[in-house]
């Protein structure tokens, strides 16, 4: 069973940044699609961004973080991650990490049906 772990969440003021990191301890990662979804109190999971698996050379982002997230991953750490700038009260949500076979990211981000997810971390934007 695939596990991801995400870290990296935090409160921050706004304008401010933060970097999330999704790993998994006994599975490559290299081999998956990989997305960050988010989801705020009372709200649907949403998807953020979402990276092509291998070298992550095709990238998907929300309208609503275009120009303020950058999604990226490292597979000698097994790592991906979601760089936040120049952030909003309305990113204020829990991030989640998951995984899919999958060669479609824009698809893969624009449903929250998979089958691999982190515990979540909690970002908050509050001056």
């Known amino acids: 069973q695939l596990q991801l772990v995400e870290s990296g969440g935090d409160l921050v003021q706004p304008g401010g940044s933060l970097r999330l990191s999704c790993t998994a301890s006994e599975f490559t990662l290299n081999y998956y699609a990989m997305g960050w979804f988010r989801q705020a109190p009372g709200k649907e999971r949403e998807g953020v961004s979402c990276?092509?698996?291998?070298?992550?050379?095709?990238?998907y982002y929300t309208d609503s973080v275009k120009g303020r997230f950058t999604i990226s991953r490292d597979n000698a750490k097994n790592t991906v991650y979601l760089q936040m700038d120049s952030l909003k009260s309305e990113d204020t949500a829990v991030y989640y990490c998951?995984?899919?076979?999958?060669?479609?990211?824009?698809?893969?981000?624009?449903?929250?049906?998979?089958?691999?997810w982190g515990q979540g971390t909690q970002v908050t934007v509050s001056s």
């Open positions: 998951t995984a899919q076979v999958i060669f479609d990211v824009q698809a893969m981000c624009l449903t929250a049906s998979h089958n691999y």
């Open positions: 990276i092509s698996s291998g070298d992550g050379t095709t990238t």
